[in-house]
């Protein structure tokens, strides 16, 4: 039962924030960015202005709605860098061994030693702010857990009968890695998929929040909070809206992650329940 | 013991030199000089001064041969604009951060773990769904949003703390920043709790200890609680350096004077001694912690030998 709603919430939210991003055109009132009319400064919610305004007039129902586009393209983009990496070296590892298997882990080691964080905020610093280094930043450092799963996984089945038949039968290692490996370990790697989609929304959340991540005026939510913390005090609705956006996403995401798991990774369900 | 002690520490040489190299190497290609972004006037011959000041005009390879060699008398360099020491201004931020991260910790252990417990000990309850849901939630939030919804009500609206700053270091200051950093890791613990006291309940060992008569309170306290510190440690040392970089806004958010401001500071004027150091002192302090945490597994667990 609980099963089903995690499934079912966080499948919904997820996909309501798929949806406000593709039709944000449709949805926003205004444009995000250029519609600014100090007239309309610091309105507070309305039947007007669904979320407010800000500080230089601009809708911020508008804005959080494109907002979405930045931070799902971030998530999802990132996140499928990160599993590509992860699982390219992970798998490869495991099945090879040797001196590889050596390099690989020394890798993952050092990326596990550098909180993930700081090393995007160290990556940002040296290419810039803007949507690609942010691609490239979040994209490079959130992969280990990914390649120590596809790692353990591919040295349990490189002895498995199946496999061991497809190299008799002649298959290269490649085939037998992407055709025969791959598709067992996929279950657990996209759960972690999942979850890490979570945190890159959070991580690009953060570094925008920091004046590392999109630049301002595109509405980016971390960008928006980094911008309301100075009107506080004058217009608290700033913070509030945005900042919902990010955790509703991200909820979505970890129930869906959690709900995929119950199903996907039937061990740790029997270690859960 | 002793000997044990050693190997781990020669063990993390390794990965401190290749963080070294890491930041040295990603510091080295930044594009543009650092010079010129420094100086408005462009004159080429104050540049190659200022180049030649810094050490810059030598090739790569040399300037990391310096900087190791430098590094290990303790040198981090000095900050190009200031020429302030690095390390004195690591040394300086040192503490708050600790305190900061402490706290936080200290509040995450003390909320989650009970939390996750209570909930295991009723898998379905109303407690146990609630919790798990408030855990779920506090793992979803952006740090930095919470932070500022508790600055709002707690300093602005009701006037209880203050909303940023150090201030004299005295507690009230630290209440705010540390609540907001604690929140994921008390939730991630909560979890973590959980999952391992209901799998450790169906644990043989514990089927016995129930069947040879053991009151349920003894089962728990002698038998759960001890095996589940295992698991509760191990993440409390993962989650060290997740709070490492989540202090970096959490500080920036409460104008907290620690490393993490220290290095955001530094990133954005691209005061690359002070980044570069900043990020070593992190690895550090997260390869420590995860030591410590090694040698008390075995302090619980007698089973874990260090051979």
């Known amino acids: 039962m609980k099963l089903r709603a995690n499934l079912v919430i966080g499948g919904s939210l997820f996909a309501l924030a798929i949806i406000v991003g593709l039709l944000a055109p449709w949805l926003a009132h205004t444009d995000p960015v250029m519609d600014a009319n100090l007239m309309n400064a610091e309105e507070p919610p309305s039947w007007t202005w669904w979320f407010g305004t800000d500080g230089q007039g601009r809708d911020i129902y508008s804005r959080v709605v494109y907002g979405a586009r930045i931070s799902l393209t971030v998530g999802i983009v990132s996140q499928l860098i990160n599993s590509i990496i992860g699982v390219g070296l992970g798998l490869s590892a495991g099945y090879f061994g040797g001196w590889w298997d050596d390099v690989v882990n020394a890798l993952t080691n050092l990326m596990l030693a550098i909180p993930s964080l700081i090393f995007a905020l160290a990556i940002m610093a040296v290419l810039g702010p803007g949507l690609t280094s942010l691609l490239i930043a979040l994209g490079l450092t959130n992969w280990s857990f990914t390649c120590r799963l596809a790692r353990a996984s591919a040295l349990s089945l490189r002895n498995q009968g199946y496999v061991q038949a497809a190299t008799v039968l002649g298959y290269g290692d490649l085939r037998i890695m992407i055709t025969q490996l791959l598709p067992n370990m996929l279950g657990p790697i996209v759960v972690i998929g999942t979850l890490g989609m979570g945190s890159a929304v959070l991580s690009e959340a953060a570094l925008s929040f920091l004046g590392l991540g999109v630049r301002p005026p595109f509405p980016s939510w971390g960008s928006m909070l980094s911008e309301a913390r100075d009107q506080i005090t004058t217009a608290p609705w700033l913070s509030v809206f945005p900042g919902l956006a990010i955790f509703l996403t991200v909820l979505g995401l970890n129930l869906l992650g959690d709900g995929l798991r119950d199903i996907l990774d039937p061990q740790s369900r029997s270690r859960r329940t | ?307």
Do not use: C
Request: hydrophobic content about 55%; aromatic content about 10%.
């Open chain 2, 1 to 307: 013991m002793l000997s044990f002690l050693i190997r781990r520490i020669l063990q993390t040489i390794p990965t401190v030199l290749a963080v070294v190299l890491l930041v040295f190497v990603l510091f080295s290609v930044v594009p543009g000089s650092i010079v010129s972004t420094m100086s408005d006037d462009s004159d080429p011959q104050v540049e190659l001064r200022m180049k030649k000041q810094l050490g810059l005009d030598q090739p790569v390879y040399m300037r990391f041969g310096v900087y190791v060699a430098r590094l290990a008398t303790g040198d981090l360099g000095a900050s190009f604009r200031t020429r302030e020491p690095v390390t004195t201004m690591i040394a300086k931020r040192a503490w708050p951060t600790l305190q900061l991260i402490f706290a936080s910790m200290a509040f995450a252990v003390l909320l989650g773990v009970p939390l996750g417990f209570i909930a295991a000990l009723r898998p379905g309850s109303l407690v146990d769904t609630v919790s798990m849901v408030l855990a779920v939630s506090g793992l979803s939030l952006a740090k930095f949003w919470l932070g500022l919804l508790l600055m709002y009500l707690f300093a602005l609206r009701l006037g209880w703390l203050p909303s940023f700053g150090y201030g004299d270091g005295s507690l009230k200051y630290l209440i705010l920043p540390a609540v907001t950093l604690g929140v994921s890791p008390m939730a991630l613990l909560a979890r973590t709790t959980r999952a391992a006291v209901l799998e450790i309940m169906t644990a043989d060992f514990v089927r016995t200890a129930r069947s040879k008569g053991m009151s349920e309170t003894r089962v728990v306290k002698w038998h759960v609680m001890r095996n589940a510190l295992v698991l509760i440690l191990t993440t409390m040392g993962l989650q060290f350096g997740a709070l490492m970089g989540q202090a970096v806004v959490v500080e920036k958010l409460f104008s907290w004077p620690g490393i993490g401001s220290l290095l955001v500071d530094s990133v954005l004027q691209r005061g690359i001694p002070a980044v570069q150091g900043s990020i070593l002192v992190v690895v550090l302090f997260f390869l420590a912690i995860n030591l410590l945490i090694d040698v008390l597994y075995g302090v619980i667990d007698p089973r874990i030998r260090y051979a």
